[in-house]
């Protein structure tokens, strides 16, 4: 992983690798095998990325839901960036989370909220960063969730 500016001040690089080893040795996301000034080496997480539309099938919403829900419950922590560029589901239908940069202290309902809000951004195609309020999950896919 090659790590992007920081001049944001959101996080710092040290908290980011701490965090993400902390969640590795709880089972979520890959470990930390090595750093160096501009990335470290992760451990291989084997899965693909979901689409936009196999994000929102059942089964991957109750993989999501269930995984982050394990994730507040065994770390008593959020993900707080969790889209779909940030996960990969296994053959099996697992799903891991991945990126654990702007992780921070347990509230799941903002978690939650996020996720659904990053729903709105495709991620492809010319305009993948402006948000798309058509693609925010309807009522009965956020009471599945």
Request: no cysteine.
């Amino acid at each position: 992983r090659i790590y992007g500016s920081t001049e944001h001040g959101l996080f710092s690089r040290e908290d980011e690798v701490r965090r993400t080893s902390f969640l590795a040795s709880r089972g979520f996301g890959p470990k930390v095998l090595h750093t160096f000034a501009e990335g470290r080496i992760e451990s291989w997480v084997d899965g693909r990325t979901p689409s936009n539309e196999m994000m929102k099938s059942s089964a991957a919403m109750t993989a999501i839901a269930r995984k982050l829900r394990a994730l507040h419950d065994q770390t008593g922590m959020n993900h707080n960036d969790l889209h779909r560029n940030n996960m990969l589901f296994a053959e099996d239908g697992s799903v891991e989370f991945l990126d654990f940069e702007y992780t921070g202290p347990v509230d799941p309902t903002y978690d939650v909220a996020n996720h659904f809000n990053e729903w709105m951004y495709p991620y492809t195609g010319a305009n993948q960063h402006a948000p798309q309020p058509t693609l925010y999950p309807h009522l009965v896919q956020r009471r599945e969730f």
